[in-house]
């Protein structure tokens, strides 16, 4: 990511669009040699579904090798009041762990201080996401963190034949 000049193309596409587009913004984080490591970006309209329908938030990334140029892509997700999935940030960065995540969402509320952590109630994320996200965010008290339905399903459990009966007493939360 920081040694492809097609980053710094971005970075200063970026700044275009906050200068231009009324209530966009981005943040870059970058090491300690200068190159930057993560690129975060809310539009008008992920500011809008962060402050409506962030109590229930869905956090997972897109694999490096399932994209192009071999970035992980975070997108924070959110249902909407139509039932249908709504994006409350995009970010593309180079590790998925607790920090980046907790970096990511730390800047969606550094670019929109009307939302507030703690209107988060749930976090349903893969295995990689674990309780230092919650503490790191300071909402390890109000906050439940669980396992999304189609990773508990499709990942982590064997298959039903496997597993016996039990399996068949498992329900949709």
């Known amino acids: ?5 097609s980053t710094w ?9 906050k200068e231009e587009i009324l209530g966009f913004d981005y943040r870059v984080q970058y090491s300690p040699d ?4 993560f690129v975060m970006l809310m539009t008008p309209a992920m500011r809008t579904n962060s402050l409506q329908y962030s109590h229930i938030l869905f956090l ?6 399932m994209n192009k140029i071999a ?7 959110v249902l909407n009041s139509e039932n249908r999935v709504a994006v409350c940030c995009e970010a593309i960065v180079t590790a998925e762990d607790i920090d980046t995540y907790t970096w990511v ?28 996200l919650l503490i790191n965010l300071g909402i390890i008290d109000t906050c439940c963190l669980h396992g999304d339905y189609y990773h508990l399903f499709r990942e982590v459990w064997p298959k039903p034949e496997n597993f016996g009966r039990l399996f068949t007493l498992i329900e949709n939360p």
């Open 105 to 132: 969402i730390q800047s969606m509320l550094d670019i929109e201080p009307r939302w507030s952590l703690a209107c988060i109630d749930i976090i349903f994320a893969d295995c990689f996401i674990t309780y230092k």
């Open 71 to 77: 970035w992980t892509y975070m997108g924070p997700s």
């Open 1 to 5: 990511m920081s040694e492809n000049s």
């Open 9 to 17: 193309q971005v970075l200063t596409y970026l700044q275009k669009c």
């Open 60 to 65: 997972d990334c897109q694999k490096r090798q």
């Open 34 to 37: 200068g190159r930057p490591i």
